[in-house]
C-alpha cells in the first residue's frame, strides 16, 4: 500500500479539479519522485473505480552527463579558446587538458584558432578572432529551461549526435474521478468469512471484485529425475576430462563377451540362473570373431601369455547363451577387441547406461540399474595412473561431500593379449553405480590414501577380470 498521506492528497487534488491531474505534475508540485506517485494510483485503483488513470506517453529532450557539464561551464570548443593566451599555447600542453582533444577539432572547424606548424618550440596554436558566441551552451541552456521548441529539429539532431542531448519517453497518468470518487478510503473485503454470514455484517461491507481474468499459479513440473541430474552430472565430468562415450545400446549380449572375454571361468557363480536373466528367444548368439574365440578357449582351458589358465572344459554351448547384460564392461571388451584390431593409439572410454541382475526385489534392489564405467588403454600404465585419475574423477564431484566409492583396477593380460593388444600396453578400470551407492563419508582430499586400501573401501574387483599392482 502506497503512503496514506500521498493517498490522501492526491485525492484532494483531483476532488478540487474538474478534468483530471498529470501524475508528473502532481509529482513536481508535491516535490516527490514520480514513482511515488504512481504507487499511489495503483493502490487507488486496486481499491476499485475510485480513480480513472490512463496511462499516457511523452516524448521530451533531456541532457546527458556531459551536456549538462557545457551547460555549466561551456563548449570544449569555447574553452579551448578560452585556455589560449596572446603568446598562443604549444599544441602538445592543449592536448593534456581533458577537453583538449575534443575542442581543439571544434575551434579548427569554426575557425576560431589557428595552428603554427613552423615555430620554433614545436606546433602552436593562436587565436584568430578576438571573442566568440557559444552557441552550443546556449542551446543546452534553452533545453535544460525546457525551452525546447525554440529550437529546430536540426540543431537539437546535431547535439544529440555529440551526445549532448538524449530523446527521453515519459509515461504518466492523466487521473481523474471514477465512478465510485470519494476522498475517504475504506478498504474493501477480500474474503467472505463464516463470521460475516453469521452476523450479516457481509451486507454492509464492500468486497474486491474477483479478477477472473488472472493467471493461475504455474504448477510446478517438469523436473529432472534425481538420477538423470546425477547421470548428467557424471557424464560432464567425463567429457572434461577427455574421455569418449562409447555406444551402449545392446542390452541383449552373449556370454562370450558379457563373460568369457573378460576372462571370468564358465563356472563362475556371477553366470548362474539366480544372477543372471537368460533369453529363450533367441536363445544362442552364432556370430563372433573365430580366431579371437579360439585364443579365450586356449587361454581358459590351457592357460597362455604367461598365465596357466583355469585347466577346464571350455564350451562354446555356454558361451553362445545369450542374456541381458549384467555389466557395461561387455561393452568395454567389445571396444577394446576393436581397437586391438587397428593401429594402436591410446584411447579413454566411458559408458552409463543399464545393466540387469535376476535378484529378489525389494526397497533397495530392482532388476535393472545404471552402471558407470571408465577405461583407460596406454602404454605402461600402473595403479598409480588409476589412483591418479580417480583423485581428478572424485575431485570433480566436489570436496567434502559423500561420494560413491565402486571398484576399480587393472584389466589382466589374460584378458588383454587374446585381443591382440601391445604386451605393453596396461588398461585401468572403475566403475560406479548410480542406484545402488556404496557411501563412505570420506573427504575427498583423502582420496589417494584411501584407492590402495582394498579391505576398507574394495576398490579392486572381485571377478578375476582385474588383478592389483603394486
Given at each position: 500500500m502506497a503512503?496514506?498521506?500521498?493517498?490522501?492528497?492526491?485525492?484532494r487534488l483531483?476532488?478540487?479539479?474538474?478534468d483530471?491531474?498529470d501524475s508528473?505534475?502532481?509529482?513536481?508540485?508535491?516535490?516527490?519522485?514520480?514513482?511515488?506517485?504512481?504507487g499511489?494510483?495503483?493502490?487507488?485503483?486496486?481499491?476499485?473505480?475510485i480513480?480513472?488513470?490512463?496511462?499516457?506517453s511523452s516524448?521530451?529532450w533531456?541532457l546527458?552527463?556531459?551536456?549538462t557539464e557545457?551547460?555549466?561551464?561551456?563548449?570544449?570548443?569555447?574553452?579551448?579558446f578560452s585556455?589560449?593566451p596572446?603568446?598562443g599555447?604549444a599544441?602538445s600542453e592543449?592536448m593534456?587538458?581533458?577537453?583538449?582533444?575534443?575542442?581543439f577539432?571544434?575551434a579548427?572547424?569554426?575557425?576560431?584558432?589557428r595552428?603554427d606548424?613552423s615555430?620554433?618550440?614545436?606546433p602552436?596554436?593562436?587565436?584568430?578572432?578576438?571573442?566568440?558566441?557559444?552557441?552550443?551552451?546556449?542551446?543546452?541552456?534553452?533545453?535544460?529551461?525546457a525551452?525546447t521548441?525554440?529550437?529546430?529539429?536540426?540543431?537539437?539532431?546535431?547535439?544529440?549526435?555529440?551526445?549532448?542531448?538524449s530523446?527521453v519517453?515519459?509515461?504518466?497518468?492523466?487521473i481523474?474521478?471514477?465512478?465510485?470518487?470519494s476522498?475517504?478510503i475504506?478498504?474493501?473485503e477480500?474474503?467472505?468469512t463464516?463470521?460475516?454470514?453469521a452476523n450479516?455484517s457481509w451486507?454492509?461491507?464492500?468486497?474486491k471484485p474477483?479478477?477472473?481474468?488472472?493467471?493461475?499459479?504455474a504448477?510446478?513440473?517438469?523436473?529432472?529425475?534425481p538420477?538423470?541430474k546425477?547421470r548428467?552430472q557424471?557424464?560432464?565430468i567425463f567429457?572434461e576430462?577427455g574421455?569418449?562415450e562409447m555406444?551402449?545400446n545392446?542390452?541383449?549380449?552373449?556370454?562370450?563377451w558379457n563373460?568369457?572375454?573378460?576372462?571370468q571361468?564358465?563356472?563362475?557363480?556371477?553366470?548362474?540362473?539366480h544372477?543372471t536373466?537368460?533369453?529363450s528367444?533367441?536363445?544362442?548368439?552364432h556370430?563372433f570373431?573365430?580366431d579371437?574365440?579360439?585364443?579365450?578357449?586356449k587361454?581358459h582351458?590351457?592357460?597362455g601369455?604367461?598365465?596357466q589358465?583355469?585347466?577346464?572344459?571350455?564350451k562354446?554351448?555356454?558361451a553362445?547363451k545369450?542374456?541381458l547384460?549384467?555389466?557395461t564392461?561387455?561393452?568395454s571388451a567389445?571396444m577394446?577387441?576393436?581397437l586391438?584390431q587397428q593401429?594402436?593409439?591410446?584411447v579413454?572410454y566411458?559408458s552409463?547406461?543399464r545393466v540387469?541382475?535376476n535378484e529378489?526385489?525389494?526397497a533397495?534392489h530392482l532388476a535393472e540399474?545404471h552402471?558407470i564405467?571408465?577405461?583407460?588403454?596406454?602404454?605402461?600404465?600402473?595403479?598409480?595412473d588409476l589412483?591418479?585419475?580417480l583423485?581428478?574423477?572424485?575431485?570433480?564431484?566436489?570436496?567434502k561431500?559423500w561420494v560413491?566409492?565402486?571398484?576399480?583396477?587393472?584389466?589382466?593380460?589374460e584378458?588383454?593379449?587374446?585381443?591382440?593388444?601391445?604386451e605393453?600396453v596396461?588398461?585401468?578400470?572403475?566403475g560406479l553405480?548410480?542406484e545402488?551407492p556404496?557411501m563412505?563419508?570420506?573427504?575427498?582430499n583423502?582420496?589417494?590414501e584411501?584407492?590402495?586400501?582394498k579391505?576398507n573401501?574394495?576398490?579392486?574387483?572381485?571377478?578375476?577380470i582385474?588383478?592389483?599392482?603394486s
Open positions: 503512503d496514506t498521506g500521498v493517498v490522501e492528497t492526491l485525492l483531483i476532488e478540487k479539479v474538474d483530471g491531474v508528473l505534475e502532481v509529482a513536481a508540485s508535491l516535490g516527490v519522485d514520480h514513482q511515488v506517485i504512481v499511489a494510483v495503483k493502490s487507488l485503483q486496486a481499491l476499485g473505480d480513480i480513472s488513470a490512463e496511462l499516457r516524448k521530451h533531456e546527458t552527463e556531459e551536456g557545457i551547460a555549466e561551464q561551456g563548449s570544449h570548443e569555447a574553452r579551448v585556455s589560449i596572446l603568446e599555447l599544441q592543449l593534456k587538458l581533458s577537453f583538449g582533444k575534443i575542442g577539432s571544434k579548427m572547424s569554426n575557425k576560431w584558432i595552428v606548424k615555430h620554433e618550440g614545436g602552436r596554436i593562436f587565436k584568430t578572432v578576438e571573442s566568440i558566441d557559444d552557441q552550443v551552451r546556449e542551446k543546452l541552456l534553452l533545453v535544460k529551461k525551452n521548441a525554440q529550437l529546430e529539429e536540426k540543431e537539437k539532431n546535431e547535439l544529440k549526435k555529440r551526445k549532448l542531448l530523446e519517453t515519459v509515461k504518466s497518468y492523466w481523474s474521478k471514477g465512478i465510485s470518487f476522498t475517504t475504506t478498504k474493501q477480500t474474503e467472505l463464516p463470521e460475516m454470514v450479516g451486507k454492509e461491507k464492500k468486497f474477483y479478477n477472473f481474468e488472472a493467471m493461475g499459479v504448477p510446478d513440473c517438469g523436473h529432472l529425475h538420477l538423470m546425477v548428467t557424471f557424464r560432464q567429457l576430462m574421455f569418449t555406444p551402449t545392446n542390452f541383449i549380449e552373449s556370454s562370450f563373460f568369457d572375454s573378460l576372462f571361468p564358465q563356472q563362475h557363480p556371477a553366470r548362474d540362473q544372477d536373466f537368460f533369453l528367444d533367441p536363445a544362442l548368439a556370430e570373431p573365430q579371437y574365440l579360439e585364443r579365450v578357449k587361454v582351458s590351457e592357460g601369455f604367461g598365465s589358465g583355469y585347466k577346464y572344459d571350455w562354446i554351448e555356454e553362445q545369450n542374456i547384460r549384467t555389466h564392461t561387455a561393452v567389445r577394446l577387441y576393436k586391438a593401429k594402436f593409439t591410446p579413454k566411458f552409463i547406461d540387469f541382475r529378489t526385489l525389494d533397495t540399474f552402471q564405467e571408465g577405461v583407460v588403454a596406454d602404454y605402461g600404465l600402473t595403479l598409480g589412483m591418479g585419475i583423485h581428478q574423477f572424485f575431485t570433480k564431484l566436489g570436496l561431500k560413491e566409492v565402486g571398484n576399480s583396477g587393472v584389466f589382466r593380460p584378458m588383454l593379449l587374446p585381443m591382440g593388444l601391445p605393453d596396461s588398461v585401468i578400470a572403475w553405480s548410480l545402488r556404496t563412505i563419508k570420506y573427504g575427498i583423502n582420496i589417494r584411501l584407492v590402495g586400501h579391505v573401501l574394495q576398490m579392486v574387483y572381485d571377478s578375476p582385474c588383478r592389483l599392482e
